[in-house]
């Protein structure tokens, strides 16, 4: 068993990327994009004006970076004016894409990916995600799309897939901040980069996708059995178990264990496997997010603001959308608009609960828009998957309410969807001060970068951010900024403190884990063994299983007939029938001929000692003589014993095999005979 980490990720916008081979099979598990990458480039609405000052205007671009970078921080001037690209996991394509098996897709983030390999020459993996994580991700993949159409109509398409900023030249004229997200810190990075797909590979991709319910047991190839447990961190996002003659395998993403909306961690379906794949990476980043888990930031002020750190992890995060609602409640009372541009499904449906019922508790009649090209369906869609909720959120669905108050709140006009920012009904409809809910989170694409522009002047104004962008860097093309900006890290996977006593309840035999997360310490006397793993490094596994279990048929094993080996406390029996390999499992059937118990050995093993031998041989009336001697092909020793009578015969006997020589067929059988009274056979 092989296993290599090609992308370590780290937060819930970019999960971890591995291959893990297994009994033969090359299993991938998730292909995301880092959308972070995107502030790199710069956001050009249609109806952007672009107002470079005049000595930019009249310069050519590159004239403009040599004198615009020495000794001056990075400027809106800086970014990458062109339609963007898009990176991948980059050493994917060292890979030979017709060599993957299966595709196990952990959460509709790890999703996003997926066209890019689905349309790969020579593809032809069996992809498994769950059926609300395939709906939400096939939701985001067509918004992307449709988001960057728009950035696309303006720069114009590319003519090639090595644009001009890609070449060395353009690079090095890139402040070192830009760089480094265009070519990595070596230059490693710059062959993650490709154009966005289209939508017709991603419904192309969407059929290739094998959906699965909760705790569904699916079998690929006879051979793999996976399942998929709730990891809580958002809908549809789970944990996958592997069943194979080799061993049992658990794959832990980033999980929750209490979640607001989601269903919880199922951690007791991961308990009793042979290895456990920890791909969690969100600790790494634990330390500076309870540090700040919430921070105002404005043009003169960037210090924190708040921190919050509790042991529920439920109530922690229901304190910060606490905080996050009473944020945007006194941004509006003072005559200013919040923009929301969050993507995490959970935490969006969990904040437009809260700040509808505080506006409500404030008395004031403040309009509520979502402003999104797939809004509609996605809201529709999250009253149709009840499996995948908290357990408070199916008590709804028995008492006859709705999962989520999204539905009322529509009925009633608090809330109003559109599909774009340039809707006649949203003109018509559109009042301030407001609250909009709207991508992107990058602050690169979509309606967020129209909505931005409208209102980053005001200093009553709101946007809140999450953590996971660098947010002075996502800011540049705004500036300068008087509306706030309130950034907020919500919790992305489990505690750096549980780590440890839940790998220990797991009770697994191994356990791989990240090189970097080796600050959660392991004692000495743990009940598994800890295997460490490094990005792009392949790490070998010894055998979990010494050999695998088989299963025989009654009627098979009715007809056994043991003998007891004359060197070993040990009774064995030969038997013949079809052999099954279903759902990971050897099966031993009948076959059309059984086995005759009566027959004479077919493998024999141990050492033949010559002086037993020529007892035997002399007992059935064979007279024989031992000579020794070396053979010329192999050097290894070699005994030749020969036969002269009743016909003339001899053995050569070798450390490995024993080679009996006559034209005699009958006395070829005593001496055969013979030997078989001297060894174990079967």
Same mark, same amino acid.
């Given at each position: *068993?092989?296993?290599?980490?090609?992308?370590?990720?780290?937060?819930?916008?970019?999960?971890?990327?591995?291959?893990?081979?297994?009994?033969?099979?090359? %299993?991938?598990?998730?292909?995301?994009?880092?959308?972070?990458?995107?502030?790199?480039?710069?956001?050009?609405?249609?109806?952007?004006?672009?107002?470079?000052? =005049?000595?930019?205007?009249?310069?050519?671009?590159?004239?403009?970076?040599?004198?615009?970078?020495?000794?001056?921080?990075?400027?809106?001037?800086?970014?990458?004016?062109?339609?963007?690209?898009?990176?991948?996991?980059?050493?994917?394509? @060292?890979?030979?894409?017709? !060599?993957?098996?299966?595709?196990?897709?952990?959460?509709?983030?790890?999703?996003?990916?997926?066209?890019?390999?689905?349309?790969?020459?020579?593809?032809?993996?069996?992809?498994? %995600?769950?059926?609300?994580?395939?709906?939400?991700?096939?939701?985001?993949?067509?918004?992307?799309?449709?988001?960057?159409? =728009?950035?696309?109509?303006?720069?114009?398409?590319?003519?090639?897939?090595?644009?001009?900023? *890609?070449?060395?030249?353009?690079?090095?004229?890139?402040?070192?901040?830009?760089?480094?997200?265009?070519?990595?810190?070596?230059? $490693?990075?710059?062959?993650?980069?490709?154009?966005?797909?289209?939508?017709?590979?991603?419904?192309?991709?969407?059929?290739?996708?094998?959906?699965?319910?909760?705790?569904?047991?699916?079998?690929?190839?006879?051979?793999?059995?996976?399942?998929?447990? /709730?990891?809580?961190?958002?809908?549809?996002?789970?944990?996958? *178990?592997? #069943?194979?003659?080799?061993?049992?395998?658990?794959?832990?993403?980033?999980?929750?264990?209490?979640?607001?909306?989601?269903?919880? !961690?199922?951690?007791?379906?991961?308990?009793?496997?042979?290895?456990?794949?920890?791909?969690?990476?969100?600790?790494?980043?634990?330390?500076?997010?309870?540090?700040?888990?919430?921070?105002?930031?404005?043009?003169? &002020?960037?210090?924190?603001?708040?921190?919050?750190?509790?042991? &529920?992890?439920?109530?922690?995060?229901?304190?910060?959308?606490?905080?996050?609602?009473?944020?945007?409640?006194?941004?509006?009372?003072?005559?200013?608009? %919040?923009?929301?541009?969050?993507?995490?499904?959970?935490?969006?449906?969990?904040?437009?609960?809260?700040?509808?019922?505080?506006?409500?508790?404030?008395?004031?009649?403040?309009?509520?828009?979502?402003?999104?090209?797939?809004?509609? $369906?996605?809201?529709?869609?999250?009253?149709?998957?009840? $499996?995948?909720?908290?357990?408070?959120?199916?008590?709804?669905? !028995?008492?006859? $309410?709705?999962?989520?108050?999204?539905?009322?709140?529509?009925?009633?006009?608090?809330?109003?969807?559109?599909?774009?920012?340039?809707?006649?009904?949203?003109?018509?409809?559109?009042?301030?001060?407001?609250?909009?809910?709207?991508?992107?989170?990058?602050?690169?694409?979509?309606?967020?970068?129209?909505?931005?522009?409208?209102?980053?002047?005001?200093? #009553?104004?709101?946007?809140?951010?999450?953590?996971?962008?660098?947010?002075?860097?996502?800011?540049?093309?705004?500036?300068?900024?008087? *509306?706030?900006?309130?950034?907020?890290?919500?919790?992305?996977?489990?505690?750096?403190?549980?780590?440890?006593?839940?790998?220990?309840?797991?009770?697994?035999?191994?356990?791989?884990?990240?090189?970097?997360?080796?600050?959660? /310490?392991?004692?000495?006397?743990?009940?598994?063994?800890?295997?460490?793993?490094?990005?792009?490094?392949?790490?070998?596994?010894?055998?979990?299983?010494?050999?695998?279990? %088989? =299963?025989?048929?009654?009627?098979?094993?009715?007809?056994?007939?043991?003998?007891?080996?004359?060197?070993?406390?040990?009774?064995?029996?030969?038997?013949?029938?079809?052999?099954?390999?279903?759902?990971?499992?050897?099966? @031993?059937?009948?076959?059309?001929?059984?086995?005759?118990?009566?027959?004479?050995?077919?493998?024999?093993?141990?050492?033949?000692?010559?002086?037993?031998?020529?007892?035997?041989?002399?007992?059935?009336?064979?007279?024989?003589?031992?000579?020794?001697?070396?053979?010329?092909?192999? #050097?290894?020793?070699?005994?030749?014993?020969?036969?002269?009578?009743?016909?003339?015969?001899?053995?050569?006997?070798?450390?490995?095999?024993?080679?009996?020589?006559?034209?005699?067929?009958?006395?070829?059988?005593?001496?055969?005979?013979?030997?078989?009274?001297?060894?174990?056979?079967?």
């Amino acid at each position: *068993m092989k296993f290599t980490c090609l992308r370590k990720g780290g937060d819930f916008h970019c999960p971890p990327c591995h291959i893990l081979d297994i009994c033969g099979f090359r %299993v991938l598990f998730d292909f995301p994009l880092d959308l972070s990458a995107l502030t790199a480039f710069s956001p050009v609405p249609t109806s952007f004006n672009c107002s470079l000052d =005049e000595e930019t205007s009249c310069c050519p671009r590159s004239d403009v970076k040599k004198r615009g970078n020495i000794g001056k921080p990075v400027n809106a001037n800086d970014l990458i004016f062109a339609e963007p690209f898009y990176k991948t996991v980059n050493n994917l394509h @060292l890979w030979n894409a017709a !060599f993957i098996d299966v595709v196990l897709i952990s959460s509709p983030m790890g999703m996003l990916g997926l066209p890019f390999l689905t349309r790969m020459k020579g593809f032809s993996a069996k992809i498994y %995600v769950t059926e609300a994580a395939a709906r939400l991700g096939q939701l985001m993949m067509e918004e992307l799309v449709a988001m960057h159409m =728009e950035l696309k109509q303006t720069y114009g398409a590319e003519e090639s897939d090595f644009p001009e900023w *890609m070449k060395w030249k353009e690079l090095e004229l890139l402040p070192s901040v830009l760089g480094e997200i265009i070519s990595g810190k070596d230059g $490693e990075e710059l062959g993650g980069w490709i154009p966005l797909y289209s939508a017709v590979d991603v419904n192309d991709c969407m059929r290739k996708v094998q959906r699965l319910k909760y705790a569904e047991e699916t079998c690929y190839n006879g051979t793999l059995v996976i399942k998929g447990f /709730s990891s809580g961190l958002e809908i549809g996002s789970c944990n996958w *178990m592997i #069943n194979c003659p080799k061993g049992d395998v658990a794959f832990i993403s980033s999980s929750i264990f209490v979640s607001g909306h989601a269903m919880d !961690f199922d951690y007791c379906a991961l308990k009793g496997n042979d290895l456990i794949l920890f791909s969690d990476f969100s600790s790494l980043n634990a330390a500076e997010n309870l540090e700040n888990d919430f921070s105002v930031r404005s043009t003169n &002020d960037l210090s924190p603001l708040r921190s919050l750190y509790e042991a &529920d992890e439920n109530l922690e995060e229901r304190e910060k959308l606490a905080f996050l609602c009473s944020c945007a409640i006194d941004s509006v009372k003072t005559g200013g608009s %919040v923009l929301i541009p969050i993507t995490r499904l959970g935490i969006v449906l969990q904040l437009l609960e809260q700040i509808s019922a505080l506006l409500d508790s404030s008395n004031l009649k403040i309009p509520i828009y979502m402003i999104s090209s797939v809004a509609e $369906e996605l809201l529709a869609f999250t009253n149709t998957i009840p $499996e995948w909720l908290c357990k408070q959120r199916q008590a709804k669905l !028995f008492s006859g $309410e709705p999962l989520f108050d999204h539905v009322k709140l529509m009925k009633e006009k608090k809330l109003q969807v559109f599909p774009a920012v340039h809707s006649s009904n949203l003109l018509m409809n559109w009042q301030e001060p407001c609250i909009v809910f709207s991508p992107h989170w990058s602050l690169r694409l979509g309606p967020v970068v129209h909505l931005l522009r409208h209102w980053c002047g005001n200093q #009553n104004s709101l946007l809140v951010l999450e953590h996971g962008v660098d947010v002075e860097l996502a800011l540049l093309p705004f500036q300068p900024m008087a *509306m706030k900006v309130l950034q907020c890290s919500f919790l992305s996977g489990i505690k750096s403190q549980n780590v440890q006593p839940l790998l220990e309840m797991l009770q697994a035999k191994f356990v791989l884990f990240p090189e970097d997360m080796k600050q959660i /310490s392991f004692p000495k006397a743990n009940s598994f063994s800890v295997l460490c793993y490094s990005e792009n490094e392949t790490l070998r596994i010894q055998r979990l299983k010494e050999c695998p279990e %088989v =299963e025989i048929a009654m009627d098979l094993a009715a007809k056994f007939n043991f003998k007891k080996l004359k060197q070993e406390n040990v009774n064995v029996t030969r038997i013949k029938g079809d052999l099954f390999i279903y759902h990971g499992k050897h099966q @031993l059937l009948s076959g059309n001929e059984q086995a005759n118990s009566k027959c004479r050995p077919l493998l024999h093993w141990g050492s033949l000692d010559l002086e037993s031998l020529l007892t035997a041989l002399s007992k059935m009336d064979i007279k024989a003589t031992v000579e020794r001697g070396m053979s010329d092909s192999d #050097n290894d020793n070699v005994s030749v014993v020969h036969v002269h009578e009743p016909n003339r015969a001899f053995i050569e006997i070798k450390a490995t095999s024993t080679v009996i020589t006559t034209a005699d067929e009958n006395l070829a059988s005593l001496i055969f005979e013979a030997i078989g009274t001297l060894m174990d056979g079967v």
